[in-house]
């Protein structure tokens, strides 16, 4: 269960560049017919770095780019960012133009190639208009303050119909400790680090490993945790960095704040992974799952991962039928460990199945429930004290359609 710790805090007008030494920007440079695709994310001084990335076995140019900054040195000061073109599949071509933006962001803030970062997001298999690219980047201005971080947020979004935001400050050796994050992402969602594409800035003090370790750790329980439509993308990534700007100790695993440190970060991925799943093509209602009772949290994460993709279940909730049946088949072809006569399943407060068996409930009650825009779906395995979330959205006519003609 999530420790609750009274220090931390979200912020209001949150943004990308709230913790010390970042700035951002974003514009229109010509990718899309109309609205802003490319974006820059600087920080004032070289930042440790640590990214997690699709497990997809194709994957994009900019990823692969990024990858090899980051293993570099460890470090990072700068991101590129464009939607609209996944650069995806593009061969050797798609490289190279992945490394001259890369290029010229770097000769743009006078800074070495390895500390700049590239991500792509859009459609797959299609050249990149380096054309647009050259003549936008010499125009990105980054800027401290909410209006580059807004341009930023809505420059690397492709069919989302929000940009997603937040930010929170903690006490950490005395100093004021900020973490944010900014993502993108509604369709080809199920990470296993879709297209998805998450930016944490931290002015935390912290070596690259230790925020590696940190970021994997709370990746699996909150980005991996989401799923739309059970599709992992060529250009999932999620990239933090960390400037060290508060000037606290450094964090480490020994640090006394360090379970604060992650349940902080903890808190900006699991509110930018919520964000995801709502904003899921089409969607209507955000559905969350949680599981008790596994034998380990892995499992418990494993079956409310099942559950929340189940494209029945999804279409189940889109049409408030209390179906509660597609729910314990999801439970039951999930892998995990299990006793069909001891599951409990509920709907809302509502418990519809005890022991493997259903009990009777008010069909009405539980359709009123179901118009709402969050539902709340638990399972209780009774295996043993493993515990975990996931969080997905309905399915609905609108996501076939918006699928349907995504190129055209």
């Keep these: ?19 010390i030494g970042y700035r951002a920007a974003g514009l229109h440079c010509g990718i899309k017919h109309k609205k802003n695709d490319l974006a820059l994310l600087v920080s004032d001084v070289p930042a440790n770095a640590a990214g997690v990335y699709t497990t997809n076995v194709v994957q994009a140019a900019p990823l692969l780019v990024t990858k090899e900054a980051i293993a570099k040195t460890g470090k990072m000061q700068a991101i590129i960012v464009n939607s609209g073109n996944a650069n995806a599949c593009t061969g050797k071509q798609g490289f190279a133009d992945a490394r001259t933006m890369q290029n010229m962001t770097a000769q ?18 299609e050249k990149m208009p380096m054309d647009c690219i050259k003549n936008g980047i010499p125009r990105l201005e980054p800027a401290v ?41 509604s369709g080809m969602i199920h990470p296993n680090m879709a297209t998805m594409l998450g930016f944490i800035t ?25 799923t739309v439509d ?85 279409t189940a909730v889109f049409g408030c039928d209390a179906n ?25 407060s509502m418990t519809v199945v005890e022991a493997g068996e259903p009990v009777p409930f008010s069909e009405d009650e539980l359709i009123e429930y179901l118009k709402q825009p969050e539902i709340k779906l638990k399972v209780d395995v009774h295996q043993g004290n493993g515990h975990g979330l996931a969080w997905g959205c309905d399915l609905t006519y609108d996501y076939v359609q918006i699928n349907a003609s995504y190129r055209t």
Aim: contains cysteine; aromatic residues 4%.
């Design 1 to 19: 269960m999530t420790t609750v710790y009274p220090s931390i805090k979200r912020i209001s007008g949150n943004n990308i560049a709230s913790p």
């Design 324 to 348: 509660w049946g597609r729910i314990l088949a999801a439970v039951g072809y999930s892998g995990a460990t299990l006793d069909p006569n001891a599951i409990l399943i509920q709907i809302g």
């Design 202 to 226: 931290t002015d935390a003090a912290i070596e690259s490993k230790d925020l590696h370790a940190a970021l994997t750790s709370v990746v699996d329980r909150t980005f991996n945790s989401i």
């Design 230 to 314: 059970g599709d992992t993308s060529t250009n999932d990534m999620v990239v933090v960095m960390a400037n060290g700007l508060a000037g606290n100790n450094t964090l480490s695993p020994s640090h006394p704040d360090w379970a604060v440190f992650l349940q902080t970060l903890l808190h900006v991925c699991e509110d930018l992974g919520k964000m995801i799943a709502k904003d899921g093509e089409g969607a209507t209602k955000l559905i969350e799952v949680e599981v008790s009772g596994a034998i380990n949290d892995t499992e418990a994460r494993s079956i409310a991962k099942t559950v929340v993709g189940s494209p029945l279940v999804k």
């Design 145 to 185: 303050g909410l209006k580059g971080s807004i341009d930023f947020s809505q420059s690397i979004l492709t069919t989302d119909t929000v940009s997603k935001n937040t930010a929170y400050r903690v006490d950490i050796d005395g100093k004021t400790v900020t973490i944010a994050g900014t993502a993108k992402g």
């Design 108 to 125: 743009q803030l006078g800074i070495e190639d390895h500390l700049v970062g590239v991500a792509s997001t859009g459609v797959i298999g």
